[in-house]
């Protein structure tokens, strides 16, 4: 198939683009370059640098390129950001997403596979997360997403437009070749390796009084590689899904920072910091639904495979993608 991945520069996007390309499909990147990294941009791929904010430029993209299918990336995605700028986040989420489904049911494109969040559920009745929780998110970052998944239901109820959804739980970890590289880094796993590495004094641990049993907040981890391997079982749905994906285990803070100094050896400090805003405590998937449905399985289960793969990326490359 011939699949345009917006926002395919970005950590995400780039190793569903590697496994896409893998596969033997043909991709298309279109990217501002704002949050992804034109070194991120896997070479076998075609490149487009244009912003979602110009409805021209991405219906001139799909007009030349006309793909099968459509991988929606391209979006702000910090809760604490969210919390402080959040015009930021429905402009860019939903407003500029807007534009992306005009050009797609302007041109035809039949199907979009969708980055979405657990972020649209915010501190769950009951864990796992599975699909029948009502969602109620706590930030705008989560509710930006929340109201573009209706927003893609509304534009297959009318327009046909085949949406899948995928609600990711914490993405960590990295490929032989793409890696986590945010500028300013917020992400937990990375900023401890950072630290590992010795770019940064210690690591900041928001919230020690969270409900949890060493009172730090608990996160679904999920390999990056089975997020990605996710995308490509969505291609093959016929009908419009939303699905949560992580792996069902969950890990608090403090365990991810004693898994990154026992995988890397290294002295890796902590000063404790109040709570984040927007931080839910926690937050555990159901996958249940894309495995029944979908047949998707995590390869990588444990949180020390996920640490190890990230912690060979960011060992071969400390600079990220910087020159
Ligand atoms: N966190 C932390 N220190 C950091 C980054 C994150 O203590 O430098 C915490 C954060 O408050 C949350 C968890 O780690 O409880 C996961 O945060 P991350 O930003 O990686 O992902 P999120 O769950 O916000 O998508």
Same mark, same amino acid.
């Given at each position: 198939?011939? #699949? ?5 520069a /970005?950590?995400?996007?780039?190793i ?27 070479a076998?791929?075609?490149? #487009? ?5 110009n ?10 390129t006309?793909?099968?299918a ?7 995605a ?6 402080r700028?959040? =015009? ?5 989420? @939903?407003a500029?997403?807007l ?10 494109v039949?199907?979009?596979?969708? =980055?979405?969040?657990?972020? #649209? ?9 599975d ?13 930006? +997403? ?11 109820q ?5 949406v ?6 914490n ?7 793409f /890696? ?5 880094e917020?992400h ?6 950072k630290v590992a590495? /010795? ?12 409900e949890?049993?060493?009172g730090t ?6 390999? #990056?590689?089975?997020?990605?391997r996710?995308?490509?079982l969505?291609?093959?749905s016929?009908?419009s ?5 992580g792996?069902?285990?969950? =890990?608090s803070?403090r365990?991810?920072?004693?898994a990154c100094r026992? @995988?890397?050896?290294r002295k @890796?400090?902590?000063?404790?910091k ?7 405590p926690?937050?555990?998937? =159901? ?5 029944r449905?979908?047949?998707?399985r995590? +390869? ?11 912690? +060979?990326?960011?060992? +071969? ?6 020159d």
């Amino acid at each position: 198939m011939k #699949i345009l991945v917006v926002g395919g520069a /970005g950590y995400i996007g780039s190793i569903c683009a590697e496994l896409l390309l893998d596969e033997g499909h043909e991709v298309v990147i279109f990217d501002n370059l704002t949050e992804g990294h034109r070194r991120a941009v896997d070479a076998r791929a075609a490149f #487009i640098e244009g912003d979602l904010a110009n409805r021209q430029k991405i219906e001139a993209a799909f007009s030349k390129t006309r793909p099968d299918a459509v991988m929606h990336f391209a979006a702000s995605a910090l809760v604490g950001e969210s919390m402080r700028d959040p =015009s930021k986040y429905f402009r860019n989420n @939903i407003a500029n997403g807007l534009n992306l489904l005009d050009a797609l049911v302007a041109t035809g494109v039949p199907r979009i596979i969708f =980055s979405s969040t657990c972020a #649209i559920f915010g501190p769950p009745e009951r864990l796992p997360i599975d699909e029948t929780l009502p969602p109620s998110p706590i930030n705008p970052y989560g509710e930006s +997403k929340l109201a573009f998944e209706k927003i893609l239901r509304w534009y297959d109820q009318i327009h046909g437009l085949k949406v899948v959804s995928l609600r990711y739980f914490n993405a960590a970890g990295a490929s032989a070749k793409f /890696g986590e590289d945010h500028r300013p880094e917020t992400h937990l796993i990375p900023n401890v390796l950072k630290v590992a590495l /010795g770019q940064k004094r210690h690591v900041e641990l928001f919230g020690t009084d969270y409900e949890t049993p060493d009172g730090t907040c608990i996160r679904d981890y999920i390999h #990056i590689v089975d997020l990605a391997r996710a995308h490509i079982l969505a291609l093959k749905s016929t009908k419009s899904e939303f699905y949560n994906l992580g792996t069902g285990g969950g =890990s608090s803070v403090r365990e991810v920072i004693a898994a990154c100094r026992e @995988i890397t050896g290294r002295k @890796i400090d902590i000063v404790e910091k109040p709570r984040r805003p927007g931080d839910p405590p926690r937050l555990i998937a =159901s996958s249940e639904k894309i495995k029944r449905e979908l047949g998707w399985r995590s +390869k990588f289960q444990s949180l020390g495979a996920i640490i190890e793969s990230a912690w +060979k990326w960011h060992e +071969k490359f400390p600079d990220g993608y910087a020159d």
